[in-house]
Structures are given as C-alpha cells and as structure tokens.
C-alpha cells in the first residue's frame, strides 16, 4: 500500500486492489483461527481479525484519516457509546444478580 | 440573492451530513449487536446453535462484498481523477456484486428455514434473521441509491455522489465484516 | 424573488423554506398539545371524581380507556409537542435566520423531514380508531407487559405506536443532521462558533444527544416489533429474553431525550433574557461548556429510572452519583441566567415574564429530582405522584413557559405582527398560578403513597384522606387549559390582524433580525457579515443600548 497516487481533488488514492488483497487474506485467516481448537485464542484471533479489517476499510476505502477532526469525533463517539452500552449491561444483563 | 456562506470546516457540506448520518447508523446497528452480544455472553449454551449457520456461505458472502467495496472505491476513484466513464463501469459492477450478495443470502435463508432454523425456533435464530435481515435491507439501499447515483452520473451531474454513496456502501460492509464472526464463526466450541 | 413563482402547493405545503417548515412544526405541535391537553382533562377528572360521567367525554372512563389515555398524553406531549415544537420548529425557524445564511444544508432533506413526521401524526392519531384502541401500556412501553398483544388486549394500537414512534425518531434524525450540518458548513462570514447565539449552540447540542441516544432504541423498538408480530421472545423471559434489557436501551435513549427537550427551551431563555434585561448574557463560555460537559453526562445517567427495576444493587451508586453530578453544569447554567438580570434594565414582557418564569419553576423540578436522583430516597417515591409532579415541574417549564416564551418573543419574525401585550400579561399569570395549582398537590399525594397508574384512587383506604388534593389538582389542570384560550385567541387574532411588526421589534442584537419581518424566501436581502459576538446590550461607547453582530464598529 505504499504507492499512492494523487488525485484532481488532492486526495491520497492507496493501491486499492492491494488493500482489498490483504482483507481476503485476513478473512481466511479468520476461519482457519476456528480450527485450531483454542477456545478464548480463537476469539481473540478472530474478532481481532474483523477489527483489523474494519480499520483498514475504514481508513483506506472511506479515507477517515484525510478527515477533520470533527468526522473522527463523531465516528469514535458512537463507538464509545455502544462500548458503554455494553459495559453498563453487563451486570444486569450477562450475570444477572442472584442467579 | 441570498448571503452566501463560508465553508468553515473545508469538508463538502454533503459528505458532512453522510458522515453525520453514519454516526447514527453507528449507534444502531451497534445497539443490535450489542444486545446480542450480551445475551449471547448470558447463554453459552447458543454455541450449539450457532455451529448450525453455514460458515462456507458466509464466508463467500464476506467475500463478495468486500470485493463490492473494492469496486466502489475504484468507481470514486475513477471519478476523482476525471474519468466518470469508467466509474460507471465500477459502479456497476459494484450493484452487482451487492445483488449477487443478496441472492447468496435468499439461497441461504431458504435453505435455514426448510431445515426447521426458523426466526421463531429460539432467540439465537431470531437474532440471526433479525441482524442480518437489517443488514440486507442497508444492502438492498445501498443497491438503489447506487442506481440512482448511476443515472446522474450518466448526465454527468453530480458527481460527488459517487462518494457519498461509496461511504454508506463501505460502512455496510464494515457493519458485515462484524456480523460474520459474530453469528457464523465464533462457535465457542 | 423566487418564493413568487412558486404555485401554492409548493409555497404553503410541500415547501422547502425552512421558515414554512418551521411553522408547519409549530402549528401540527400546537395541535396536539390540544390533543394531548384534552386526554390530561378527561384523565384528571377521573382521579378527582371516579366513575362520574365526565363532561366533554359522554361517559365514564373505564380502567382500560384510562390507562390509554394516560400513556398517550405522555406519548403526544413528549414527542408531537416538545420536540416538534422546541427542537424542530423554533430549530428550523432560528439556526439559518441566526447564523445569516439563506437556508438550510439540505431543503429537500428538510421538506421530507416534516412530511415523515406528518405521517407519524397520522398513524398515531389512527391508533385511536382501531380494534381494541390505542397503546394503553404507559409511554415507557415496557416489556413483558408489551412483547405480546395478548397480555393486555391491544394489538393494532401497540403496533401503531410503535411505527408512530419510529417514523418520529426518523423525521427528527434527518431534522438533526440538517442542523448540524448547516450549523457547522453555512455561517454567515464573521460568524464563528464562540459568536453563535446561544439558542445555536443548544439545538444543536440537543441534536448531537438525540442522534447517539436514540440508535439502541431504535433497534431495541425493532426486536420489539418483531416480538409483537412475528412471535419472537428478546424480551420474554421464558425463551430466554430479558425485559430489563428494553428497559436499559429505553432510558438510555429517555434520559438523553429529557436535555433533547430542555436544551432548546433554556435556548430561548437564552435569548429572550439578554435582550429584555439590555445585558450580554452572563458567562457565554461557561454556559457552553457547561451544556458540553451535561450532555457528554446524560448518557451516563441513565439507569437512575430503573431502581426499583430489579437492576444490579452495584450500579445503583454510579448512577445516583453522575445524577446528582449533572446537576452541577444545569445549576451553572441557571445562575448564568440569574446573574444577567443582575441590575439589568429589566423589560417584563410576555416573553420575558415566562422566561423568568422557567427559571422560578425549574427550580421545583431540579430540587425534587436530587430526590429522586439517590437510590435510596428515590425507592420510597418511585412510580407514584412525587415523580409525576417532579417531571412535571422539569418538562412543564422546559416546553410550555419557554415554548410560550419562544412564540411571544418570534412571533413578529414568524408572521410580521406583534401578539397583544394585555392578552398575554393574563395568559401568563393564569398559566403560572394554575400550573402550582395541579402539581404542588401531586408533590404531597406522592409522598402520601399515590401510586401514578391507578384509575380509581378511593380504592386504596389510606388516599382517602388525601383526595382533597387530587380535587385541587384537578381543579388547577382545568384552570391551566382554560387559561390557553387567552393563548389561542391571542395567536389567531394577531395573526390576521395585529399590530405590524418592523423587522427589529425588541432592538435585539442577533441576526434574525437583521432580516424583514416575516423574511421572505432567502432570508437576508444582501449577505450579512459578522463583527462581534451575540449579545451587545449596552456597550458605554454607543449611542444606542444595543449593537446587532452584522454593524460595523461604530466610529469613536
């Protein structure tokens, strides 16, 4: 992803096909991490997967980085909030008290 | 004639409300997965139903949309640099691949509900429908708004659509690239 | 100019000037505040004097038909008059007219926006006429009690409100990415984010909050929905499901939904005080981030609803604390507000007078929610009249008096006529006398043990000493609705003939009124610039007691 091209507009165009090469490597990754047989290095292994291609579809496809700030704010503070959504659940939610 | 205004932030007023409207589709989608992911934690014993969604399928399916996002981002691409011919081409193919996603998905329900999987069969199978069907309809939006998009292309007007709707489309594919681990990997074992 | 050449329908219905729009907000919110005013009345009777034939309904109101009535005064007042209304109508009207631009980002969006929430009029209002009636299980809407039509007889009427509610939340979210993304893209040159009137910054901190609050609910409204009519159990216990969880993503969207609501009537408060007390408006800079600092804190308060919900015992201490913690920024807020009367030339105008008359009675609210804000106190009043009366005395000031103050104050900007000072001077004294009236007693009666959802008070042996006060409260609800008639009669009479308004009526400094009154479609008749922030009353080197943002610096 080292060659970038610039564009009209002055946008940074990464080597698309080459990003798109690494999240189908990533994606079997993912499903040869469920064969191995290690229950919580599985999960770590593949959720760790999905985040990284997210991040890079994120970045390269939709270009987050070359926004302003304010666009990353927003982004990250929904995020954020389901994060805290998740966390304030967990205890009434997964160990329901007394159970 | 009206005051004209400053672009005070240098971001397109367009793509600043796209940004806006994928925070709230951040928070929803992510309140759906969030409810599942907690009573998913809250019963272990899903895991058996989960070894039941067809993980090739799924795992094709991954694949034909991040193949999706790749043409879409190259129809921008095309756009940026002053070729909307050639966009079109991309978006086209882009529309595609999102129907031929469609269809897998159809095959694949199909096939769940003749085996008994139904949304009522347990909670399992009810997020299931219910989280992927949402995400169908984003797909299925993502479809129309591209074809829309296509038409005003080929007039060559607005162009800076091409990108706006490329966000929403990565950002759906984004929202997959969870779904998948989520119903159809992790398993538990 | 090109408002001439439009036919009628594009003019006056399917318009795209946000002004239109703003009006088409208002007068659908003032509708069903008369709705949602009407099922109060019919309500309070029943409590005063059960089981009587109720005048003006033909007939006895049944338990069921109560409980209807109940959830969809809550329903309508909450989401087709306050945020119509206060977010959408005064946000739609205010944001370009003050930030100096000629409309919003999106018209079009913005056009589709009201015809969406229209429609979620519609469906709501059609609940009323279907099989079994309208939703009759409380606004909050909690499962089990909703998850399947059979548990309490109402099938179409849930499942309209559910679509209402969802079709409301869509209108609202596309009304809030067009603020903030006008807001943030269309500033009128000069105009920076530290020169923004006030009532800005707060629609669009309100828009911020409903957009990141309500995406869980969204979802959580779906599972719901499919519960109800596919047959599915998120939230039945017995396949697995829990209640609670709705009840979570509930008052994670509710609790924001409360500073969705207050934001934008302590906006107008912003305005309406400088200009009538001839003083920049106390502490701009704190009064911003202490909003800030409140709405990044209200999504972290949300479980102070669910005490007595069977809710972890370990969470109720956070949440007693950040409720009580976000007290702090609205005190600040206040006392920035009290502090700019201080020796001001104070004008009490209509406006003026229920600007002050938030401040007086918000101060009820604020103080009855510490109550309830700490787990202990609160599992004592929790679900009876204590609470009603409490968020009664928070959303009752926060809508009708700043809302009230909003109309009086915008009034001649919306529609180029001044409304009747005498009329309002009477609409403001009854309203506010009235309003004590219904809900002091409720404060008392809660304390007593009223339960808030039970349709017949004498059946329960220890009320019946207090059922004096359910009277008086009646008694001040009937009071506090005949006193909008000096409203309504003062709104349609000015309306046609009125006093003309010139484009500046009040000498206020902001830039809506630069613009003529009512300004015609694009605002401005030449692009404005601004030199200097919102509220320049009384600066000792002008000749006049005000300075607006777009005049150049006086020669000295």
């Known amino acids: ?99 | 004639m009206a005051a004209r205004s400053e672009l005070a932030t240098g971001i397109p007023t367009g793509r600043l409300g796209v940004w806006w409207f994928l925070g709230g589709e951040i928070v929803i989608f992510g309140g759906l997965v969030a409810c599942y992911i907690l009573l998913r934690l809250h019963h272990p014993e899903w895991a058996v139903e989960a070894a039941h969604t067809q993980l090739a399928i799924g795992a094709l399916n991954t694949f034909v949309l991040l193949t999706s996002s790749l043409t879409m981002v190259q129809a921008y691409a095309c756009v940026d640099r002053g070729r909307p011919q050639r966009a079109l081409i991309q978006l086209g193919a882009t529309a595609a691949l999102g129907t031929l996603f469609l269809a897998i998905k159809t095959f694949e329900y199909r096939g769940e509900i003749a085996e008994g999987y139904t949304p009522t069969r347990n909670l399992f199978w009810s997020f299931y429908y219910a989280m992927t069907g949402l995400h169908a309809l984003h797909v299925l939006a993502g479809i129309v708004a591209i074809l829309v998009v296509m038409a005003a292309v080929r007039r060559r007007e607005a162009l800076q659509r091409v990108e706006y709707v490329g966000l929403y489309w990565h950002f759906v594919d984004i929202v997959w690239i969870f779904l998948f681990p989520l119903l159809y990997i992790a398993s538990g074992s | 100019m090109r408002g001439k050449q439009l036919g009628f329908w594009r003019r006056y219905v399917f318009s795209t000037d946000h002004k239109t729009i703003a009006k088409q907000y208002i007068f659908t919110g003032l509708f069903m505040a008369l709705v949602g005013g009407y099922l109060a009345y019919v309500f309070r009777q029943q409590l005063a004097w059960p089981n009587q034939p109720i005048f003006g309904f033909g007939g006895v109101l049944g338990p069921d038909q109560y409980n209807a009535f109940v959830t969809m005064h809550g329903t309508i007042m909450v989401f087709w008059v306050a945020m119509p209304i206060l977010l959408s109508g005064f946000g739609n009207l205010l944001i370009p007219l003050m930030i100096g631009t000629d409309d919003m980002a999106f018209p079009r969006l913005n056009m589709l926006s009201y015809w969406v929430f229209f429609l979620s009029t519609v469906v709501l209002l059609a609940s009323f006429f279907v099989p079994g009636g309208p939703a009759s299980m409380g606004w909050t809407f909690y499962p089990p009690l909703t998850s399947r039509a059979d548990y309490t007889g109402v099938a179409w009427g849930g499942h309209l409100w559910i679509v209402a509610v969802a079709l409301e939340f869509a209108a609202m979210l596309m009304g809030g990415i067009n603020f903030l993304t006008t807001t943030i893209n269309r500033r009128a040159p000069g105009m920076t984010f530290f020169r923004l009137p006030l009532m800005v910054w707060m629609q669009n901190t309100a828009s911020v909050l409903f957009m990141f609050s309500v995406g869980p609910l969204i979802a959580g409204a779906v599972l719901l929905l499919l519960d109800r009519v596919v047959g599915t159990g998120f939230y039945v216990p017995e396949t697995g499901g829990d209640p609670l969880l709705f009840q979570h993503l509930f008052w994670f969207f509710g609790h924001p939904e409360v500073y969705v609501i207050l934001l934008p009537g302590l906006g107008v408060l912003t305005e309406v005080i400088p200009a009538f007390s001839r003083k920049p408006v106390f502490g701009y800079r704190s009064i911003v981030i202490s909003t800030i600092i409140a709405g990044v804190l209200s999504f972290v308060v949300w479980a102070h609803h669910q005490f007595v919900s069977g809710i972890d015992p370990r969470l109720a201490v956070p949440f007693s604390i950040t409720t009580i913690l976000i007290s702090v920024p609205f005190a600040v807020f206040l006392f920035c507000l009290i502090a700019t009367l201080w020796q001001g030339a104070i004008r009490f105008t209509t406006a003026n007078l229920f600007a002050l008359g938030v401040i007086a009675e918000f101060l009820v609210g604020g103080t009855t929610g510490i109550v309830n804000g700490s787990a202990a106190a609160d599992i004592y009043v929790h679900d009876t009249y204590f609470v009603v009366a409490h968020f009664h005395y928070t959303l009752v000031p926060a809508v009708l008096f700043a809302g009230f103050a909003g109309l009086y104050y915008w009034f001649p900007k919306m529609f180029g006529r001044l409304m009747s000072e005498a009329l309002g001077q009477v609409h403001f004294w009854t309203t506010t006398i009235f309003f004590n009236v219904t809900f002091l007693p409720q404060l008392a009666l809660g304390l007593h043990g009223h339960h808030r959802r039970v349709a017949d008070p004498t059946q329960f042996p220890w009320l019946a000493e207090v059922q004096h006060l359910n009277v008086i409260s009646t008694i001040g609800a009937i009071g506090l609705l005949l006193s909008q008639v000096f409203f309504l009669a003062n709104f349609l009479y000015s309306l046609v003939s009125g006093r003309r308004a010139e484009a500046n009526p009040w000498q206020a400094t902001t830039l809506e009124w630069v613009a003529p009154s009512p300004p015609p479609h694009g605002n401005f008749p030449e692009p404005v610039r601004v030199y200097r922030g919102p509220y320049e009353y009384s600066r000792p080197d002008t000749a006049e007691d005000w300075l607006p943002q777009h005049a150049p610096e006086p020669a000295r």
């Open chain 1, 1 to 99: 992803m080292a060659r970038e091209t610039a564009s009209e507009g002055g946008r940074h165009h990464p080597h698309y096909v080459a990003v798109w090469a690494v999240l189908v490597a990533l994606l079997v990754v993912g499903i040869v991490a469920t064969t191995l047989g290690r229950r919580v290095l599985g999960a770590v292994l593949v959720f760790g997967v999905a985040a990284l291609k997210a991040l890079l579809v994120a970045v390269y496809f939709m270009h987050v980085g070359q926004e302003p700030r304010l666009v990353r704010i927003v982004l990250y503070g929904g995020l954020a909030l389901v994060v805290i959504v998740i966390l304030g659940l967990v205890p009434d939610i997964v160990y329901v008290y007394g159970d």
